[in-house]
C-alpha cells in the first residue's frame, strides 16, 4: 500500500490521531510528550502513530499535511495543528471540548 493511502487509511479509521515521536507512555520528544499529555487529560481514547517506527509516514505526512513538523494531532480526519495549537487548546479548553464531541459522535456512529 502506498505510504499516502496509508496515512488516508489511519485517518479514515481513528476519530482521534496523533502523529508522534514515541508513545504516549514512552514519548521520545518533549513537544510529543506535552501534546499526549493533554489528550490524555481530555479522557478519552486516542490512536497514535510512531513516526519513529515509520519512516515513510515521517517523510510523507508533512508533505500531506502541509505541516513540517511533529506531533500533529487529527481529528476527524481534519489536522487540528501541532504542540503549540495543542496546548493552547488544553489551556482554553477548546482541546477537551472537541476530544469530547469527537468521541460522542464516534460513540454514537458506532452504536447506529
Known amino acids: 500500500m502506498e505510504t ?3 496515512i488516508k487509511e489511519q485517518l479514515s479509521e481513528n476519530t482521534i490521531l496523533l502523529y508522534m515521536k514515541g508513545s504516549p ?4 520528544c518533549g513537544f510529543s510528550s506535552q501534546a499526549s499529555q493533554a489528550l490524555m487529560q ?13 519512516p515513510d ?13 511533529f506531533p500533529q494531532l487529527w481529528v476527524d480526519g481534519e489536522l487540528v495543528g501541532g504542540c503549540d495549537i495543542i496546548m493552547e487548546m488544553f489551556q482554553q479548553g477548546e482541546l ?5 464531541e469527537a468521541a460522542e459522535k ?3 456512529e458506532e452504536k447506529a
Do not use: H
Open 42 to 54: 481530555c479522557g478519552e481514547k486516542f490512536a497514535y502513530v510512531d513516526i519513529l517506527q515509520n
Open 106 to 108: 464516534n460513540n454514537s
Open 25 to 28: 507512555k514512552l514519548p521520545s
Open 96 to 100: 477537551q471540548t472537541l476530544i469530547k
Open 4 to 6: 499516502i493511502e496509508r
Open 57 to 69: 509516514i515521517r517523510a510523507e505526512l508533512p508533505k500531506y499535511a502541509d505541516w513540517p513538523t
